[in-house]
């Protein structure tokens, strides 16, 4: 039985240009996919990638809040919208507990680094630091402990001699942008 195109309706927060947002939305739209972007919600009103949502139509809220404001207006859009799944993309805060046990639908992070090395910031810097031969990028599925749920994709990127952290980090974007495609498709086939 073939699945219906767009059934799933996916959410996604960011907190700058959204260039993880722009390859999913390329993605759903260029594949045909069983799921769709429906809602995009930064917590910075001037995000770029509220811009790119609202040129493809996309439902979009800029939500300047504190944590539990943010939180508070955010999971009733996202109940609003009906949302079965949600992407953190390049959003820079941490989720409460309670969000996340209030949230009806599955939450994916995508965190640049080999998990479960070098959660938290400055991945690459501590990558190259550490002399390790490559660095990488990881799909989970978000808990209540930083960066430590089930791993549902992950992809190496090889460490240059003469990679500065900005360098390093250029390079696993462009492989963030070909797995968070391909890992929303793999947690939208369970869903279903």
């Given at each position: ?6 059934n799933?309706?996916?959410?996604v927060?960011?907190?700058g240009r ?7 939305i390329?993605y ?10 429906k809602l995009?919600i930064?917590n910075k ?6 811009a ?12 300047e809040n504190k944590k ?12 609003k919208?009906k949302i079965?799944l949600?992407?953190l ?8 507990k309670?969000?996340i ?7 994916i992070?995508?965190?640049?680094s080999?998990l ?7 991945t690459?810097?501590?990558?190259i630091k550490a002399g390790?031969?490559y660095a990488?990028?990881t799909?989970?599925y978000?808990t209540?402990?930083?960066d430590s749920?089930?791993?549902?994709l992950?992809t190496k990127v090889k460490?240059?001699?003469k990679d500065?952290?900005n360098?390093l980090?250029n390079r ?9 495609p ?6 939208c086939?369970?869903i279903?």
């Amino acid at each position: 039985m073939k699945k219906l195109t767009g059934n799933i309706n996916v959410g996604v927060f960011i907190s700058g240009r959204g260039s993880n947002l722009k390859e999913l939305i390329k993605y759903s739209k260029k594949n045909n996919t069983n799921w769709k972007i429906k809602l995009v919600i930064s917590n910075k009103k001037e995000a770029k990638g509220l811009a790119y949502a609202k040129k493809n139509r996309i439902i979009n809220y800029g939500i300047e809040n504190k944590k539990p404001q943010f939180e508070k207006k955010a999971l009733r859009y996202l109940k609003k919208n009906k949302i079965n799944l949600l992407c953190l993309a390049g959003f820079m805060k941490i989720l409460s507990k309670e969000f996340i046990k209030k949230s009806k639908f599955k939450i994916i992070n995508i965190h640049p680094s080999l998990l479960p090395k070098y959660k938290g910031l400055n991945t690459h810097e501590r990558a190259i630091k550490a002399g390790d031969k490559y660095a990488g990028s990881t799909v989970h599925y978000v808990t209540a402990k930083l960066d430590s749920g089930k791993k549902i994709l992950q992809t190496k990127v090889k460490i240059l001699k003469k990679d500065k952290p900005n360098s390093l980090a250029n390079r696993v974007l462009k492989a963030e942008h070909i797995i968070y495609p391909k890992a929303v498709d793999i947690v939208c086939n369970k869903i279903i």
